[in-house]
């Protein structure tokens, strides 16, 4: 079994690409990116559509795709990151939030759409997504769920509910009570659409420089050991890495997500498990998992194992503790008894950016030049095309319908200084836990008193 090596995702592509060359020297540009995840590479690919006359420069630490873009689930994703009352907080209120969610929606076509254009083979599926309740207090905040999008305004073409029948009709997880469904999500190998972005901005003429971490950022200046690049906009797309930034340690926590893949599964176990639509997979449990039946045909699954590590830190390769594979492979097997079958042929990690509110933001300071993007908390694929868009208009200094979204220029509180980070943090992951572990046992539908105190300490939204 592999363990990191950045991604099951890169080393499926035959391992992690060769680099491209670093920055050369000091430099001059019109904008200049700090990072060569989702939210950097879109926003060039973006800038350089709009105008290809502009010199964009892009500095990346390792290479395009090394953090959660080359690493995560692969959901397309059109959920909000973070919650509708905070969002709608901002000037445009309510219509704003639902302006945002419809953006969203929208976003996984405009992703598709580019990988057409752009010849990029991402594997993308929009297959929707199924949020199953494998136990009774899971199936009854479904349903509370289900009365909160309606209250909401989200009818049936959103989301709706699908019992037991209906839901084996699709997949079979084992011991699934129902489950929610919704068509806005895709599936996708992000190491492949990282790559290929990588390469369509690099065609468009964007410079891309790899092993080039940036030191310091100030108006108009990004330090490398290798020179400096001034440039009158320069954008942060760091993500989970921010915290390694000068003057940014407690603005977004780095959340670790671990996933397994197992081998490729046999027709039988098919047979038996359905999926045949390419669903993307979650449940309702509160440390709860996310996972994909990957077009090679295996099962692709993550959760959070250890949530994070002291002092903000972030891990290299991707390897994770043998304690999170146990603990994953278990949750896998119990979902799906017949995957034993196939053993579990890679583990890996990443950090994902979140916020003290758990909401994204997409900031540009039109006095110094210096914008940023990020903390999507976990739904970042579909929301940094989005938020890439969004930033380019704001890097040229165009009002648009995108740059009046309620996440533009949001304020997130600053994250505690540690040690009470890293206590509250382990403290909640640990409440959840064992709240998870009362509700299977007892078969009652209250959701346990230990998650509500956490989702109370947390601030995580619903
Ligand atoms: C395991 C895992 C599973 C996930 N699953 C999903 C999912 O299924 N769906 C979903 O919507 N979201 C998911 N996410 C979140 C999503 O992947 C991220 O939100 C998204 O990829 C963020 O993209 P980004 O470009 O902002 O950041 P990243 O992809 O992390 O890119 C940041 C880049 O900046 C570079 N960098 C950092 N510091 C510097 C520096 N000082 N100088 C130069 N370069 C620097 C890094 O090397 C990195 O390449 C998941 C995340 C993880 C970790």
């Known amino acids: 079994m592999h363990n990191g090596e950045v991604s099951y995702w890169w080393q499926a592509r035959g391992g992690v690409p060769p680099r491209r060359p670093s920055l050369p020297g000091s430099t001059e540009a019109d904008v200049c990116i700090v990072g060569a995840g989702y939210t950097g590479l879109w926003t060039a690919y973006y800038l350089k559509r709009a105008d290809p006359g502009l010199r964009v420069v892009v500095l990346e630490a390792n290479f395009a795709g090394f953090g959660a873009s080359g690493r995560n689930g692969g959901w397309v994703t059109a959920t909000l990151p973070g919650s509708r009352a905070r969002y709608a907080q901002r000037a445009q209120g309510i219509r704003g939030v639902r302006e945002l969610e419809r953006q969203l929606r929208e976003t996984i076509d405009e992703v598709a759409r580019v990988c057409d254009v752009e010849g990029i083979d991402a594997g993308l599926v929009k297959g929707g997504t199924l949020t199953v309740a494998t136990s009774a207090a899971q199936n009854a905040r479904l349903r509370q769920q289900l009365d909160r999008e309606r209250a909401w305004g989200d009818g049936e073409d959103i989301v709706r509910y699908l019992d037991r029948a209906e839901l084996a009709g699709r997949l079979r997880v084992a011991g699934a009570a129902g489950a929610l469904y919704s068509p806005y999500c895709a599936r996708i190998q992000p190491a492949d659409l990282a790559a290929g972005l990588a390469e369509a901005v690099s065609r468009a003429g964007v410079l891309l420089h790899e092993s080039t971490p940036v030191t310091s950022l100030s108006a108009g200046l990004a330090r490398t050991p290798a020179g400096q690049v001034r440039a009158p906009v ?229």
């Not at 039946?293 to 994770?320: M, N």
């Open 234 to 462: 320069i954008l942060r797309c760091t993500e989970g890495f921010t915290a390694d930034i000068p003057g940014q340690h407690r603005t977004l926590l780095p959340m670790n997500s671990s996933m397994i893949v197992t081998g490729p599964l046999s027709d039988e176990a098919w047979k038996s498990i359905g999926w045949d639509e390419f669903e993307t997979l979650g449940d309702e449990a509160h440390a709860y998992i996310y996972a994909q039946r990957t077009l090679d045909g295996r099962i692709a699954l993550g959760g959070r194992g250890i949530p994070y590590r002291f002092g903000s830190g972030t891990d290299h390769d991707g390897a994770i503790a043998p304690s999170t594979i146990a603990q994953l492979g278990r949750i896998l097997r119990r979902m799906f008894p017949v995957a034993a079958e196939a053993g579990i042929d890679h583990a890996w990690c990443g950090v994902l950016g979140v916020p003290r509110d758990w909401c994204a933001t997409v900031s540009m300071d039109p006095r110094t030049g210096l914008g940023w993007a990020g903390g999507y908390s976990g739904h970042g694929v579909a929301a940094a095309n989005l938020a890439g868009r969004t930033l380019a208009d704001l890097a040229r200094g165009v009002a648009s319908p995108l740059t009046t979204l309620p996440w533009v220029g949001h304020r997130s509180p600053r994250w505690e200084p540690e040690p009470a980070r890293w206590a509250g943090v382990h403290g909640l992951y640990a409440l959840y836990r064992t709240a998870d572990r009362l509700e299977s046992a007892r078969q009652s539908a209250r959701t346990s008193v230990l998650a509500r105190a956490g989702d109370l300490i947390s601030g995580i939204p619903h």
